[in-house]
Structure formats: structure tokens, C-alpha cells
């Protein structure tokens, strides 16, 4: 059955029709435009489908589109503000933290969370809180350099 | 040659894009009137099919397309796998038998993904199972044959041996007498797993047929030419009326090479006259993508007493499933070392699981880890330093330097001084790779405002697309940032290889650089004509072609492309071929740190060290990521990675739950250090680097883990219940 609802992204509202079955990853990708989260595993274990959710990561690809109503959901195209890089986005790209980019999204938003409560963590607090964001390019090391140097630019 | 730009660790020229989603992936993209796809997979390992019953499925509301083989009847219905070093074809779609749990039955385009995965269920098909052989020794003794034109081979003790896809037996020098003349012999058996390359954005391709048979196909490929090669031969269309349109991947590691969902895509957009996207899921990856076999080696070496190595032979069995190969990179027992007699008898196995493919470096971790392990276990038994053992054993040459690079791991973490506390151990191995050469080419062209593109057929997935600009701002002697490296479709541009082999940056760099100097000297004879110098007098630095030492008289090279229009010679344009110059060989080390939880079993990384030889560093930074990347693929292999199969063929673990991948918790800080031994062919003399990196590492951990608890673990991955159990057995 199908129901018309509006999801707040990035500060905008998206009004779309969605069923009971439908992901938040599919609304968000499919009818609102916005495919910067990815779909790698189907099952919540990769990270690729990260959003934040009023500042939380979640597994877009296993929460239901209409459990996001009245939230907040922030997505890797919401995350330059009038044109500037957030510091994340820039030390990424100067410190090599990404290479095909497909986990690169989520990652950035799980990051994002964590300097959002954490403004300076440890390399291994950094690793703790990204261990939900697979990444099979990097070996995960420029990843770590690059959040740390962005948490010391803030 | 001092340089500029080459050299620089600069960021990846795609990096905005990705760091701000802008970047395009196939899964990303939306074609008007695109249906999707969802196949029908044999439940079952080994089953004869006995009907399929597709009626259902066709009254779908939604439905466009249902495809069984029996449809395809009359058109070209097999699928070509040249390109994985198996000229075994196979049909689209099993018809009598399937062979593998997975194998694809159907294929259903509709409307949404979810109607056609509901398609899926309603076709009916009556199967009988039959016993499956999912155990390569089981295969290699059955009666029962995966194929039935395989006739059985003689095994190395005389005995037939069933099941054998392909073997490679290779003699050099006589091994009886090398173990005659040795002080010390030692034989052990190792065993590797299968294991899937787990990119993160599974296969997904999108094509479309126009009204005329033109097919236009947009992929996550790692080589469009081979793409459009695989469309060719499977579905008998000219390559002239393929177009192949490579969007960003996200990763690849050897599998996405060649059409591994392609022909699928095709296939339904000729039968529904619409675009038809086929997206794999991760269950669909493990079940039907291209993992790498795994294998059982067998070595025997005999040493002198001074740790010399005499002679080895080495007997392995790949289990590649119903197609693949693996057992050619059992030669790489030789290593680097300088062993006077080798004799090899390796085979490639078939099993009821799905066929297998090529996972950076191919057989090279598998092979290494086998080798390397038994060496450093013989270093031990002769009271040898691992790493000493290695250099006195260590061949060198031309364009090589295997002992800077082994020395220089060595150095980072000084080896002669490491320190264990108590269940820590240190382990030190190194894998070896020859960077491959394909042919390509490659056009660059000056723009009216002084800027200058690169066109060519590449696919970057290691950050190649930055060291082609790289190189062509250091030619062309324009600013990085004016640069733009072009990515064409099959269509559009000249050949260009597939990125894999660690193939690219050593070809397609040439074939840029060659392209950029034929640039670089029109632009020096039309602006030694403006500044009525001799191009010999000229340089060009930051964009603007100047006299050397006269620093006022100069013309941009937008000045420059204005005249070039006005003289007989056109626009600047200059283009640049490569083909059939071999790199030189290089190895990468890799020193691993552990610590060992005697209770849990856990392995616990504390430090991993590796070192390779880059001929020269196009972008540091860059190969930094790709030895990282690889290390922690070889890491993976040795601790976590296995698929797992049922007694009956099922896969245990398809999908990201079960089938362990390192985070970012499990993985120490990774450190690199780069050797520069320039190869005379390379572009400023760079080498492929993409692939040595995974080759050390299961090794690396395995001879850790020995040194921290004195176990030697032969089964690989090395998880905490092999290893309490092996401690259990040591009486711990």
C-alpha cells in the first residue's frame, strides 16, 4: 500500500510515495535524487548506506523510509555548506582517505558524527567508531590520518 | 632527471567528486524506460533439471522479460571467459544440469526490482539432486565428473586424477640430486581458502539496444575494451556496434574484468526492446561472482647446512571450482631466490562451486604463502635470521634490488634490535610480482586557452587517472591543475588495456607521456618561431614556454595554441602509443608484529611494516595506498577471509554477516616505505605496483604467530579456533 510522506534532507523537505516495505536507502536514492549513500551489502554489516538520523549514522539499507519521517537526516550532499568543504571532505581529499570512494559517503558521515561528540579523539577512538564502515581499498590508514588531521583544523 | 609534479603526493583528480557524492556510479544511474533485473539461481550444488516452468512468472503484472536457455534457442547463447585464463564456454543459462548452488537458471526484467526478484519465485523448476563434489581431494579420486569431457591425468605418483581442469608441470635443473647434495630436507603442506575480492559496490552494468542493434553499455568495469571483446564473442555482435561506456567503480580487484554481468544486461534489453539495469547483490557476488580458488601446496626443499637452498618441488592442487585457474602461479615457489633446481606438478581442480576468477596478483599469495612460510620455518631449524636466510638466498640483476627492499622493512622496524613482551612474536615474509604490459594509447590535445586534456580508455582504480595527469603536466610543462585526464568510451578513444596486472601506469603512463611529448614538441617549434629562438633554448615551466635564462621573453601556452591554428600544422594535438616492453621484476616485504591471546586464541596485530620497490614514485602518497590496501588484503587472507561451503555445496556465509572483512578496530597503523629501482621502460621509470603488496602477508602473520607462541600454523585463515587447538595439542 502505497502512503505519502515527506523526509527532511540536508534541511529540505522531499515529499515522495513510498510503501511499508520501502528502505530509507531506495527513497533516498531512488525518488529523492540523492545517491551519495550506496548499497554494498543489503544486510546493515558494510556502512556504504550511512546517513545520519538527527546526527546518528544508520544503516539506510535496513530502516524503513517512513521510520525517518520527522527526522533529521543529514546525507553526504548535505554536508558542504554554501560551496565550502566541510573539514572532513578536505582532509579526506589531501590526505588520501579515499581511492575507489564507494564507502567514502558513509565513512565521512560516521566521522562527522563522531567529531560532532568527540571533537579531538584518539586514533583508536576514531577506529572504534568507523568499525562500522567497511572499506576494502585503504587498509584504513590514510582514513584514520585524515580524521585526525581534521579534527585538529576544527 | 629532477621533476616537478611527477613526484608529488597530490590528491586524486576524482576526489571532490567522491568526497561530496557527486561522483557517478553505474548503480547511480537512471535511464529512461530502465527495467531491472533479478536472476533465478539453482538452489542446489549438483541437480539435474528436469523442467522449467516460466508461465507464472511471464503473467507478472510488470513482467517485460523472462529468459531460460530454451528461449535463447537460435541465438548465440554462451558465455566466453577468455579473459580469467579459461577457454571453457559455458552457456547463458544451465538447461540440463546445473553444477554450482548459485549457477543461473532465468533471467526476469521488470518494472521494479522487487516484481522481478517476485518473478523469480514463481518459476518453477523441477530439479534432481545429485551428489555434489565440493572437496577437491574428493574431486580429484571421484568417478563422478563436474564436465564431461574431462579424462582423467597421471598424478605426480602415477595414479590418475580426476577432475583436472588443467595442469602445469615445470622442470628446471634435476631435484633428486639438489636433495642428494642437501644437509637438511624438509616437506610441508599448506592450505589456503577460497576467498571473494569483496569490492564494495557489487557487479552492476546497465545496456541498451537501439532500434538498429547498436548496444551501449554502461559498466563498473575495470576494462571497457575487454567488456566490449566478452559482448563480441558471447553474443556474436560486431565490436564496431558496441559501445562501452566505463562510469566510476567501486573497486575491482581483479574480478570485474571482461563481462561478468554484461551479456546478461544485453541479452534482456534485446528481448524487452528497453534499458536493463543488472545490479548483482552481495548475496548474488558470493554465490555467482569470480572469487580467487583456493589451494593445497605441497613443498619440499632440501638446504645445505649453511642455509643454501638446493632444490625444491612443489605439488599443489587448485580447487577452482567449475572453471578457473590457478595452478601456473605455483611456479612462484622460486620466489626470487636463486635455486638451482625446481620442479612443479600443479592442477587445477574442478568442484561443484561457483567458478573462480583472478584476485589481485593471482595465485601469488596463495603460492607465496606456502613458499614463505616453509622458508622461514627452515630459517628457524637452522638457527638462521629469517631475513639474513632471504638475502643470502636472494637473486639479483639489472633494474631489481630485492635485498634494498627486504633491508629497508628490516630497517623501519630495526629487526636486529626488535623486542617481544611475553606471547608477542614478529614475522617477516615478501612476495614477489613482475608488473605486466599491455598495448594502449592514448591523445592529448592543447586547448585554445592554454589548458590540455588526455584522452584515453582507462579505467582508474588505483588513482592512475592522477599520475597520467601528473605525468602530463610534468611533459607538457602546464600546472597540474589545468590538467584534465579524460575518460572515453570504446567508442571515443583508442584502445587502452584493462587496469589489473599492475599493468597501467607502466603502459597507458607511456603511452601519456608519449602522447604529451609529441605535444610538448610542436609546442617548442611554434613558439621558437614567435620568440625566434631555437626550441633547444626554451623551457617550459607553470604554463608559460619561456627563453632559458631570459626569463622576460616568453608566450602561454594559450598564445601558443593561437598561433599553432595559424601555421599549416593545425591545432596542437599529439598522440602516443605503447606495447611490448617488459618491466623488471619487484617484491614487496611486509614485517608483521602480534600478540597472541593464549586463552581466546586471538590474534591481536600490533604493528605491520611494508616495504616495496616502485621504480619511481609517480605519487607517494598514491602507492602508499595501495600497499596499505594490499597488506591488508594479505593480513585478511591469513587471519579472517574464508568461504565457507556446506557438505552439500551451500555457501555458508554469502554475504558481509559471516564472510569477515578487517575494520578499521582490527587493522595497527600501517607503515610504508618506498625503494626507487627505475626499470629503463617505465615511464620515468615507474613499476606496476598495484598488486605485490597482497602477496607477503599471509605468510608475514603466520610466522608471527609462530615466533610469539612457537606454533606453526599450516591452514589458512589462522582463526582462534585452529590455534587453541593447535596450542591444546602443544600441551599449552
Known amino acids: 500500500m502505497k502512503t505519502a510522506i515527506t523526509l527532511t534532507i540536508n534541511g529540505e523537505p522531499y515529499d515522495i510515495i513510498v510503501e511499508g516495505r520501502t528502505r530509507l536507502l531506495d527513497a533516498i536514492r531512488e525518488q529523492c535524487n540523492l545517491t551519495g549513500a550506496k548499497e554494498g551489502c543489503s544486510t546493515g554489516d558494510c556502512g556504504a ?33 554554501n560551496g565550502t568543504l566541510h573539514p572532513l571532505q578536505q582532509a579526506f581529499m589531501e590526505f588520501g582517505g579515499l581511492q575507489c570512494g564507494i ?21 583508536h577512538e576514531v577506529r572504534f567508531h568507523l568499525a562500522g564502515n567497511l572499506c576494502r581499498c585503504t587498509g584504513y590508514q590514510k582514513i584514520v590520518d585524515a580524521v585526525v588531521a581534521a579534527s585538529e583544523r576544527r | ?130 551428489p555434489a563434489l565440493i572437496d577437491a581431494r ?162 619440499k626443499t632440501g638446504v645445505r647446512r649453511d642455509g643454501k637452498i638446493l632444490a625444491r618441488r612443489a605439488i599443489a592442487y587448485w580447487d577452482v571450482g567449475v572453471r ?30 561457483p567458478p573462480t576468477g583472478a584476485y589481485r596478483a593471482p595465485g601469488a599469495p596463495q603460492a607465496s604463502f606456502a613458499s614463505e612460510a616453509q622458508l622461514n620455518k627452515i630459517a628457524g631449524a637452522l638457527g638462521i635470521d629469517p631475513i639474513e636466510f632471504r638475502l643470502m638466498n636472494m637473486r639479483e640483476g639489472p633494474e631489481v634490488d630485492f635485498k634494498a627492499t627486504l633491508r629497508a622493512a628490516s630497517a623501519k622496524v630495526d629487526w636486529p634490535n626488535r623486542t617481544k613482551g611475553p606471547d608477542e612474536g614478529w614475522g617477516i615474509a615478501i612476495g614477489e610480482w613482475t608488473n605486466g604490459n599491455a598495448p594502449g594509447s592514448a591523445v592529448c590535445a592543447l586547448q585554445d586557452d592554454g589548458s590540455v586534456k588526455v584522452h584515453s580508455g582507462l579505467m582508474d582504480i588505483t588513482g592512475t587517472d592522477t599520475a597520467m595527469a601528473q605525468i602530463a603536466a610534468e611533459v607538457t610543462g602546464q600546472t597540474l591543475d589545468k590538467v584534465t585526464i579524460v575518460r572515453g568510451d570504446t567508442d571515443s578513444v583508442p584502445v587502452a588495456p584493462g587496469s589489473g596486472g599492475s599493468i597501467v601506469t607502466f603502459s597507458m603512463g607511456n603511452a601519456v607521456k608519449r602522447a604529451a611529448e609529441n605535444v610538448r614538441q610542436r609546442i617548442l617549434a611554434v613558439a621558437s618561431d614567435m620568440l625566434e629562438v631555437r626550441p633547444d633554448d626554451l623551457e617550459i615551466i607553470n604554463g608559460q614556454v619561456s627563453v632559458k635564462g631570459a626569463a622576460g621573453r616568453a608566450v602561454t601556452l594559450a598564445e601558443v595554441a593561437t598561433q599553432a591554428a595559424k601555421t599549416t600544422g ?128 599471509i605468510a608475514a602473520v603466520q610466522a608471527a604467530i609462530a615466533d610469539a607462541v612457537g606454533i606453526q600454523l599450516h591452514e589458512a585463515p589462522f582463526t582462534p579456533e585452529r590455534l587453541r587447538a593447535a596450542l591444546r595439542a602443544a600441551g599449552s
Open chain 1, 49 to 81: 548506506c550511512t546517513v545520519l538520523l538527527d546526527g546518528q549514522p544508520v544503516a539506510s539499507c535496513m530502516t524503513f523510509a517512513q521510520a525517518a519521517q520527522g527526522r533529521h537526516i543529514t546525507t553526504i550532499e548535505g554536508l558542504a555548506q
Open chain 1, 103 to 123: 564507502c567514502t559517503p558513509g565513512m565521512i558521515l560516521s566521522a562527522k558524527a563522531l567529531l560532532d561528540q568527540n571533537p579531538r579523539p584518539t586514533r
Open chain 2, 1 to 130: 632527471m629532477a621533476t616537478t609534479v611527477v613526484g608529488q603526493s597530490v590528491a586524486r583528480v576524482d576526489a571532490l567528486d567522491k568526497v561530496t557524492g557527486r561522483a557517478q556510479y553505474t548503480g547511480d544511474m537512471k535511464v529512461p524506460g530502465m527495467l531491472h533485473a533479478a536472476f533465478l539461481r539453482s538452489p542446489h550444488a549438483h541437480a539435474r533439471i528436469k523442467s522449467i516452468d516460466t508461465s507464472q512468472a511471464e503473467a507478472l503484472p510488470g513482467v517485460k522479460a523472462v529468459l531460460i536457455q530454451a528461449k535463447l534457442a537460435g541465438k548465440v547463447a554462451k558465455v566466453v571467459d577468455a579473459a580469467h585464463g579459461t577457454s571453457m564456454d559455458f552457456q547463458a543459462f544451465a538447461d540440463k544440469k546445473v553444477i554450482y548452488q548459485g549457477e543461473k537458471v532465468g533471467a526476469v526484467a521488470a518494472i521494479t526490482r522487487a516484481i522481478a526478484e517476485e518473478a523469480v519465485r514463481l518459476i518453477v523448476v523441477e530439479y534432481e539432486v545429485l
Open chain 2, 138 to 299: 574428493a574431486a580429484l579420486q571421484s568417478d563422478t565428473l563436474i564436465h564431461a569431457n574431462l579424462t582423467p591425468v597421471d598424478g605426480p605418483d602415477g595414479r590418475p586424477l580426476h577432475n583436472v581442469l588443467n595442469a602445469t608441470h615445470r622442470v628446471d635443473g634435476d631435484v633428486e640430486a639438489g636433495f642428494a647434495q642437501s644437509d637438511h630436507i624438509f616437506e610441508d603442506t599448506y592450505s589456503v581458502p577460497r576467498v571473494h575480492q569483496s569490492y564494495i559496490e557489487p557487479h552492476v552494468a546497465i545496456a541498451e539496444v537501439s532500434p538498429g542493434g547498436k548496444v551501449t553499455c554502461w559498466t563498473s568495469t575495470q576494462g571497457i575494451f575487454s567488456v566490449r571483446s566478452n559482448l563480441t564473442n558471447t553474443l556474436d555482435i560486431p565490436a564496431h556496434q558496441i559501445n562501452v561506456i566505463g562510469m566510476t567503480i567501486g573497486g575491482g580487484f581483479g574480478a570485474k574484468w571482461g563481462g561478468v554481468v554484461e551479456p546478461y544486461a544485453v541479452l534482456l534489453a534485446q528481448a524487452t526492446g528497453r534499458p536493463v539495469k543488472v545490479a548483482y547483490n552481495r548475496e548474488d557476488e558470493m554465490l555467482d561472482g569470480r572469487p580467487a580458488p583456493g589451494a593445497v601446496l605441497t613443498i
Open chain 2, 324 to 353: 578457473g585457474a590457478g595452478s601456473g602461479a605455483t611456479v612462484r615457489v622460486r620466489g626470487v631466490y636463486n635455486i638451482p633446481n625446481i620442479e612443479v606438478h600443479a592442477y587445477d581442480v574442478a568442484t561443484n562451486k
Open chain 2, 570 to 697: 593545425g591545432p596542437i594535438t599529439g598522440n602516443g602509443s605503447f606495447a611490448q616492453q617488459p618491466s623488471a621484476t619487484s617484491i614487496a616485504a611486509q614485517i608483521v608484529q602480534v600478540k597472541v591471546d593464549r586463552v581466546t586464541g586471538k590474534i591481536w596485530l600490533r604493528r605491520s611494516v611494508q616495504s616495496l620497490d616502485c621504480g619511481k614514485a609517480i605519487n607517494p602518497m598514491a602507492i602508499e595506498g595501495q600497499m596499505e590496501g594490499g597488506a591488508t588484503q594479505g593480513l585478511s587472507w591469513g587471519l579472517w577471509e574464508e568461504m565457507a561451503y556446506a557438505g552439500d555445496g551451500r555457501n555458508l556465509n554469502p554475504g558481509f554477516l559471516d564472510y569477515h572483512l578487517p575494520t578499521a578496530l582490527d587493522m595497527p597503523d600501517l607503515e610504508s616505505v618506498l625503494i626507487e629501482v627505475p626499470t629503463g621502460n617505465g615511464p620515468f621509470g615507474a613499476k606496476g605496483v598495484g598488486e605485490p603488496p597482497i602477496a607477503p602477508g
